[in-house]
């Protein structure tokens, strides 16, 4: 199972309920991704926990009332399909109100921080 995918779909499933948290399973790529989401304000808090012995995530949600922050998130670089995108094909997501997460040659970056380093990688998802 594809780890990624299954830690966006579970926080895009927890944001859309109105949940206050999420817990996924870790792996150094998640946490990565998590910190990332953190940073960039589409996430709160990030936690390394311990859940029957085994390691987790508990990714805290940012839903005010009814006003789910996370509208959508697409994940685009599969196991079965990898895309890459050299810094030249780099764009903005929704006119900058959304991002493109890529893995580069240094960390997860969003595209803005990719053109910034310019750099270029893989097009891991986009989230708005």
């Avoid at 150094?28 to 304000?41: F, M, Q, R, T």
């Avoid at 922050?69 to 109100?97: Q, W």
């Avoid at 240094?106 to 310019?118: F, N, S, V, W």
């Amino acid at each position: 199972m594809d780890r990624i995918a299954n830690m966006l779909n579970g926080i895009k499933t927890a944001n859309h309920a109105l949940r206050e948290s999420v817990i996924v399973p870790h792996s150094n790529l998640c946490y990565a991704i998590a910190e990332k989401l953190s940073s960039a304000g589409y996430v709160g808090s990030i936690a390394k926990k311990s859940r029957k012995g085994r390691p987790v995530i508990e990714i805290a949600l940012l839903a005010t009332g009814r006003d789910a922050k996370i509208n959508e998130v697409t994940r685009i670089s599969k196991p079965s399909r990898r895309l890459y995108a050299s810094v030249h094909e780099i764009k903005s997501f929704k006119n900058g109100r959304g991002a493109f997460v890529y893995s580069t040659p240094k960390g997860i970056l969003t595209d803005k921080e990719a053109r910034k380093e310019h750099v270029g990688g893989e097009v891991l998802f986009s989230i708005w």
